[in-house]
C-alpha cells in the first residue's frame, strides 16, 4: 500500500493510489463565529444543481446546527462509533485512520446511511447543547451553547470516495483537485456513499446513479467562486487555491490563513483524507467539544480569533471573504485598507479596515433640498 504525506495529521500514512498532487487545490474557508444559518447558500446551491428528478434529498450544501443536528442523520456520530477514538500527540495523529484500521484490499472504513436518515434536512436546528435551568442568564460565559456547520463536498487530497470506487468513475482533477463523478461510468454501486466520511456523495433514486458537489466547476475555470460562496449574505465564506508546487505563499489569503498562521483548521482530520474545507471554530463552544470535531489546535486558532484586532495582516485577510465574486489570489494591506488580486493580477477588492461615516447637512444647498429623518 502507497505511502503518503498528511500534513493534518503530521505523518505519513497508507492510501490506495500514489497519485500526485494537483498543480493547485482549490480549497474553502468558512467562518462558524459569523454564520447565521440563513440557509442562502443552501438555496443556491439546490437552484443552481440540484432542481431536477430524484434530487429531492439531494443538497450539495445544507447548514446544521451542533451538538445535535446532521444531515444525513448522525452521518458524523455512527462512523465515530466505528473508528477508534482520536489520539493526539504533539499534533501527530496516533491513532488509525479509515484507510488504516483494516486489512488492506479493503475499501475505507464507512458506513450507508438508511433511507430514513435522508428524511430530516434540519434535524436538530437551533437545538442547544442542554436544558437551561430557571435563572440561568448570560453571565461572561456561555453556560448552553450551539453554532452552525455550513458543509459541502470537502474535495479531499486523499478521497475516501476515489479510494472506495470499484468502477473508477470518481477521480480528481489534476489541474485544481475538484473531485468528480463520471455518470457514464457509474453504475450505482454506492460505495462511495458508504466510504465518503462526510456523506457528501448522494444516490439518485431517479437515474441510480451516484452525484456530488462538483464544486462549481465552471464558475471556478472563469476565476469566479461557487454559488455558495457568491450567495452568502454573512460573508463567512471564501473560496480560492492552495499552493501545492512549492512552499506557502504569505500574499495568498488561503495559504497564510490556512498553512501559515493555522487559524482555520479542517473538518475531522482524525478520518485521514485531507478535506479542503476549514473552519474558523467558534470562540464560545468549548475545547473538548471542538477538538473532537477540528483536531488539536482549537485552543490556537480561538485565541488568535480573539486578538484579531491587534493582528492586522491576519484580520485584512479576513476581510476579504465576499469582498469579489473573483477568487482572489493575492493580497495586501496597504494602510488602512486591505486590496485583492485576481489571478489576472486585476484589482477585485479594495476593503477599508473602518468604514468611513458621513454626516450630511440637514439642508442640501445643490437641490434646494432638506433631508429628514422619516423613521
Not at 444525513?72 to 484500521?101: N, R, V, Y
Not at 467539544?289 to 479576513?318: C, H, S, T, W
Amino acid at each position: 500500500m502507497p505511502k503518503r504525506q498528511n500534513w493534518h495529521i503530521g505523518r505519513e500514512m497508507t492510501y490506495p493510489y500514489d497519485a500526485p498532487l494537483p498543480q493547485k487545490q482549490v480549497a474553502y474557508i468558512f467562518d462558524t463565529n459569523k454564520c447565521i444559518e440563513c440557509q442562502t447558500c443552501t438555496i443556491a446551491c439546490k437552484n443552481g444543481w440540484t432542481s431536477g428528478k430524484g434530487q429531492e434529498i439531494i443538497f450539495w450544501n445544507n447548514v446544521e446546527t451542533k451538538p445535535y443536528g446532521s444531515y444525513p442523520m448522525a452521518w458524523d456520530l455512527k462512523l465515530l462509533e466505528k473508528c477508534k477514538p482520536a489520539q493526539w500527540q504533539g499534533g501527530k495523529l496516533k491513532s488509525e485512520t479509515i484507510f488504516e484500521d483494516h486489512g488492506l484490499l479493503d475499501p475505507p472504513t464507512g458506513h450507508l446511511p438508511l433511507a430514513s436518515d435522508y428524511t430530516s434536512v434540519n434535524l436538530g436546528e437551533d437545538d442547544i447543547s442542554g436544558n437551561v435551568g430557571r435563572g440561568e442568564h448570560f453571565d461572561g460565559v456561555h453556560p448552553m451553547w450551539m453554532f452552525y456547520l455550513a458543509r459541502i463536498c470537502n474535495h479531499c487530497t486523499h478521497p475516501a470516495c476515489v479510494a472506495a470506487c470499484p468502477r473508477q468513475a470518481v477521480y480528481k482533477r489534476e489541474e485544481d483537485g475538484i473531485v468528480l463523478i463520471d455518470q457514464e461510468r457509474c453504475r450505482g454501486y454506492q460505495e462511495c456513499v458508504e466510504a465518503c466520511p462526510y456523506k457528501k456523495i448522494f444516490f439518485n433514486l431517479i437515474s441510480r446513479v451516484s452525484e456530488k458537489c462538483i464544486g462549481c466547476f465552471p464558475r471556478v475555470e472563469k476565476g469566479e467562486v461557487a454559488l455558495c460562496v457568491e450567495g452568502c449574505i454573512g460573508k463567512i465564506r471564501m473560496q480560492g487555491f492552495l499552493t501545492t508546487q512549492s512552499k506557502p505563499r504569505e500574499d495568498n489569503p488561503l495559504d497564510y490563513i490556512i498553512k501559515i498562521r493555522q487559524l482555520a483548521l479542517p473538518l475531522y482530520p482524525q478520518f485521514g483524507t485531507e478535506p479542503n474545507v476549514y473552519y474558523i471554530p467558534p470562540i464560545h463552544v468549548p475545547d473538548g467539544f471542538l477538538e473532537q470535531i477540528f483536531g488539536p489546535n482549537v485552543e490556537k486558532a480561538k485565541a488568535m480569533y480573539r486578538n484579531l484586532k491587534e493582528d492586522k495582516q491576519l484580520l485584512g485577510a479576513l476581510l476579504l471573504f465576499g469582498a469579489s465574486q473573483r477568487m482572489i489570489d493575492k493580497f495586501k494591506v496597504q494602510g488602512d485598507e486591505v486590496i485583492g488580486w485576481d489571478v489576472d493580477g486585476k484589482e477585485v477588492a479594495r476593503v477599508p479596515f473602518v468604514e468611513p461615516t458621513v454626516v450630511r447637512d440637514a439642508y442640501d444647498k445643490k437641490f434646494d433640498a432638506y433631508r429628514h429623518n422619516t423613521t
